[in-house]
């Protein structure tokens, strides 16, 4: 989550945070695999990844040398993750969804 607000995509499988925080625009993201060929699986996943989009979107230069759709993806992780996943946002939800209602009952 920290990495993103420093406009560093992610790669991840669609779990824990990544689940909520994947848009479609702000990284990468697969699907985890089951069974016992699991971790061979997900490392085929992620090398597919980088391999076809991660690296060549990196690479993708203009005339003079600006990665201009990696540099989009960095602003997207940035504005996408920074709001939703904060400090700021998580104590005014704790409050509003939490301490108010237990406050109600005391």
Request: one cysteine or more.
């Amino acid at each position: 989550m920290k990495a993103c607000i420093n406009g560093v995509p992610q790669l991840s499988i669609l779990d824990g945070w990544w689940i909520e925080g994947y848009n479609g625009r702000n990284g990468w993201a697969f699907q985890g695999a089951d069974g016992q060929e699991r971790d061979a699986k997900d490392a085929k996943a992620i090398y597919d990844i980088l391999e076809n989009e991660v690296v060549p979107l990196y690479y993708k230069r203009d005339g003079q040398g600006l990665p201009h759709s990696w540099v989009q993806v960095m602003k997207e992780a940035m504005k996408s993750v920074g709001p939703r996943f904060s400090a700021w946002r998580m104590v005014k939800e704790y409050v509003t969804s939490y301490y108010q209602k237990a406050l109600e009952y005391a």
